[in-house]
């Protein structure tokens, strides 16, 4: 047998027969006229997120590739 920590096997993904459970208790929960709704909203989120992640990870590649313009300070001495 396998040397697996027992969290490990509370937490495994459901097989074929937990899915078809979940699928009939949300179909009972949000009813046929619901799930739509409920995946469009889930969809419009996932596309969201990945727009925001997108416009990120270009403004970090834009930031890398600017050549930072270095200010020459003159220090002038005070005058007593």
Excluded: C
């Excluded at 920590?5 to 046929?32: D, Q």
């Amino acid at each position: 047998m396998y040397n697996l920590p027992s969290a490990t096997l509370l937490f495994s993904l459901p097989g074929g027969s937990e899915w078809i459970l979940i699928v009939l208790i949300v179909l009972l929960m949000f009813g046929g006229k619901k799930i739509p709704e409920l995946m469009r909203g889930i969809g419009k989120g996932v596309r969201e997120f990945k727009d925001a992640k997108d416009h990120v990870t270009n403004e970090i590649e834009q930031g890398m590739k600017e050549n930072p313009k270095v200010k020459e300070e003159v220090v002038v001495p005070a005058s007593i």
